[in-house]
């Protein structure tokens, strides 16, 4: 059997050795595609691949074609949006996540990107401080949870609304769960999205949402581009020279941001949430460990489609 790793943006070496030790102890072999370039590099690497562990690689009907003897790929993280799952169950391929192993990282992150806005993007200039304020985390599953535990330690005042977890799951954390979105933006200085990007949520961020935030509302970004609707985010930035954005997915229309917002916007080039070496080897080593399981003993448990 060979598992092919594509990753655009590759693992830490570590995290790599990890995944080869558990490949190779189950009598598999390794293959290697990072930071390729051009599509056709990943169709070629995929054509004799059994198995795929892949990050925020795209896997559509194109690939799915390509790679003839796939049985199943696993994103190495939590969003499969960058898989095409209907194409996948069209070609009898199992597709699974890795829920919860880089949470933390994600979550730390958040705080990060929290603290530099606060602070003015350490400008020089007199900022404020997060004790105190009230953090609204919008989804309360891995990251939202551990976003939770974190702002807790800086003493924000921790809300949170998710349409799927019961009250009572957020409550028993100590977090005061709000009843709808609305709710929640018109209730915290911070917001921290977390929700997936999906049908129902892309574009979903938007000016009706916003225009209520308390003055001086900083929006955190470490979940997807697609669930903000952009344009209305540069109306309401234009009109409330008071709110800022801080984000860990490039928008769409990153050099407007910049352009229009440099004092209060600010993205990271590439996506960092993610991107330790913790949660590189907590992910890949998890999505090595499920491609064994289901490859030897069928075990599906993390299947997403
Ligand atoms: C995820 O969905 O797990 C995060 O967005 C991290 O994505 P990445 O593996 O592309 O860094």
Known sequence: MKVLIATDKPFA???VDGIRKEIEAAGYELALLEKYTEKAQLLDAVKDANAIIIRSDIIDAEVLDA???LKIVVRAGAGYDNVDLNAATAHNVCVMNTPGQNANAVA??????MVYAVRNFYNGTSGTELMGKKLGIHAY???GRNVARIAKGFGMEVYAYDAFCPKEVIEKDGVKALSSAEELYKTCNVISLHIPATAETKNSINYALLKDTPKGAVLVNTARKEVINEDELIKLMDERADFKYVSDIMPAAHAKFEELFAE???ST????GAQTAEANINAGIAAAKQIVGYLKDGIDKFKVN
């Open 141 to 143: 599953g891995n990251v």
């Open 269 to 272: 080039p590439k996506k960092m």
């Open 108 to 113: 730390e992150l958040a705080l990060g990107l």
């Open 264 to 266: 209060r916007y600010f």
């Open 13 to 15: 070496k570590v995290a």
């Open 67 to 69: 790679a003839k003897e």
